[in-house]
């Protein structure tokens, strides 16, 4: 309990205070980050210099520079992917980035149980993308951030910002309490659809507030056991839209995997495809061979991009998913793996090449050919 | 509140309850399946009378006659798997298994909080699988089953039978509270290496009981969601194994990954070599690329082997697991999805066969070599 102020001790409570001498059991010292650093290994001193405090904020350390390149840090100071003119010098302009879809960072919101907060953070986030971002790039194009973990109000806040030409998705984080296909979301695809709009998954928040636990195995210790963790909470994902059905409710709802790798699809493609045909008979809604749904409804972007022993299986494995119409370019700008379009894909050839960095972006997001852009 | 017997009512009971009428807000009437089956909508009888329940006993629907195959059931009667003699001719003689491992069924106490109860179970059928099984056909060898969910308890039964010659591993369901390479399980490696026993990873229990939602987004709708999202929990233990280091604590330690195919393997591999390039630094106990680690420590059973577009992807795939190192057969005899010798892999050259069919899995459970057998 709380007095409104400290009281001034009387003699009579001297004398009190002498007789009853008291024990408190609870008294909370501050211990944060900077006062235990002095008592940390040095090890993880360095860590948490290098990569951020891990907690609070998440559950693991990340990589590069507080899990950003070291030179997306403004000169002047402040937060890396703070500043849209060291943005575009360093990325939009200088790769010739005809159109850069702004996915945003922190989605911390998605993962807690106060519906009502999460659905007024997401709000905010987007009235400031608008404000600060949109209106001042006309190459920037915006994400709609939705309280997901509630689908009404998601979907109200899909209706109050979604039909802007300048909003192109809704985005979601990887972490979730129920995988995306279940019927639950339906209010969400609901409004996707009403406003054309792909429905994004970006990994993160796996395991986080009310997330479910990150693996069929429950929490990992390492980050590096997260990153490789991710495709598989994907891979949940994808197999809940198309065995619930979700494609065959919401006919021209399109899907975007994001950040959580590529080559892993190939195998879960042919997995799902085989499985189905042993066990159809349990799921008669779904019409179509599950790789037929993919190829239909979902797209993958590109960072990080797998390595492969020989290019023969890149190549092999890019077929097997039909990259000529479901990869895209993307970037991860200002993040620490960070892949410009130099370094994002080995040298692909021409035709594939338009598809992966322009054109099925372009079909998917609505935004205007190449060749028009190309004559400006 | 029960009392031990009816009582009869007096004349003056009588009065009183005609004076007091008695709301009771909690009588459960039964309403097992028997009784509701004329209930349901038709396609759920069948499936009900095709795959069994659904629950209790498990949280979906399995495939072919009770999860089993339709010819393995006895014909006078009885439980497929049940019957020594009918397993001699529809599999070990007729397709000269030479050996074969027993992996049990119904992993169901290792997902229980009552450690003893489950401890007591597991001890019971390792009893029992000696005593019916392993005793009555010199082919046979047994699988140590454990409570691993208490890993000193768990200790306990690896040391009270594990010494046993016939009994050549020690097997654990993939779903789990946490993933296997956790140094929880610690005590659990001690023992196996201890008895120099494998310890094998068999899908099952994922999402049940006190083991861990099935996959990374919570809890799947449909049985075939469940065996896709399979490799991915396998995945989180095969991740932990390397990235806590267990083996490097455990350099002479085995693993088996069991029943969830084979081909997604080398993305994660690929993957987990791409990830430590760049991530290295926080776990600085893992001394070799993660592919190294599980080229020598991991081996991986057959069925269900995946299908690919083609054959030579195929091929390419086994190569980057080092098939002819790693990969062992097995049948699942006697559920639904059985693969005998002849159905479980394309052909294959020679030399690899060789590996596939026999070597591979001699050498892991210390069996006579091929040569010797061949002769008999």
Redesign the interface.
């Known amino acids: 309990m709380q007095t409104s102020q400290a009281e001034t001790p009387s003699p009579a409570d001297k004398k009190s205070k002498a007789k009853r001498p008291i024990i408190d059991c609870d008294i909370h010292q501050i211990s944060g980050l900077e006062e235990i650093k002095p008592y940390l290994p040095r090890?993880y001193r360095e860590?948490v210099e290098a990569y951020g405090p891990a907690y609070p904020g998440g559950m693991h350390?990340n990589?590069g520079v507080g899990g950003r390149m070291a030179d997306a840090y403004p000169e002047e100071g402040g937060r890396a992917g703070s500043d849209l003119a060291l943005m575009q010098r360093q990325h939009l302009d200088r790769y010739n980035v005809a159109y850069g879809i702004l996915t945003g960072e922190g989605y911390g919101m998605q993962a807690t149980i106060n519906y009502d907060y999460a659905a007024a953070t997401c709000s905010a986030i987007n009235d400031y993308t608008i404000e600060h971002w949109l209106s001042r790039d006309s190459r920037l194009r915006g994400s709609v951030m939705i309280p997901k973990q509630e689908p009404r109000l998601a979907a109200k806040e899909i209706d109050r910002v979604g039909g802007r030409a300048d909003m192109v998705q809704v985005i979601v984080c990887?972490?979730?309490?129920?995988?995306?296909?279940?019927r639950y979301y339906d209010p969400i695809y609901e409004a996707c659809v009403r406003h054309n709009l792909p429905f994004t998954i970006h990994v993160g928040l796996?395991?986080e507030g009310i997330?479910?636990?990150?693996?069929?195995?429950?929490?990992?210790?390492?980050?590096?056991?997260t990153?490789?963790?991710?495709?598989?909470?994907m891979?949940?994902?994808l197999?809940?839209f198309i065995?619930?059905g979700t494609f065959e409710r919401f006919p021209t709802l399109r899907v975007v995997l994001q950040e959580a790798?590529v080559?892993?699809l190939?195998?879960?493609l042919?997995?799902?495809?085989?499985?189905?045909k042993?066990?159809r008979?349990?799921?008669?809604w779904v019409r179509k061979r599950p790789s037929e749904y993919f190829r239909e409804h979902v797209r993958v972007t590109t960072q990080?991009i797998?390595?492969?022993?020989n290019r023969?299986?890149f190549d092999?494995?890019l077929d097997?998913i039909h990259a000529d119409e479901t990869l895209m370019y993307c970037s991860d700008y200002p993040h620490w793996?960070y892949d410009s379009p130099k370094q994002a894909l080995p040298r692909l050839a021409d035709a594939l090449a338009d598809r992966v960095y322009y054109d099925n972006a372009a079909e998917l997001y609505g935004l205007p050919t190449r060749e028009k852009e190309a004559k400006g």
Chains 1, 2 share one sequence.
């Open positions: 090890h860590m350390f990589g990887n972490g979730a309490t129920l995988p995306y296909g279940n796996e395991g997330n479910s636990p990150p693996t069929g195995a429950g929490y990992v210790t390492n980050y590096i056991e990153r490789c963790a991710r495709p598989s909470t891979a949940a994902h197999a809940s065995f619930e790798g080559l892993w190939a195998p879960l042919w997995k799902m495809d085989q499985e189905w042993g066990l008979v349990q799921t008669p990080p797998d390595e492969t022993p023969a299986l092999a494995l097997s793996d």
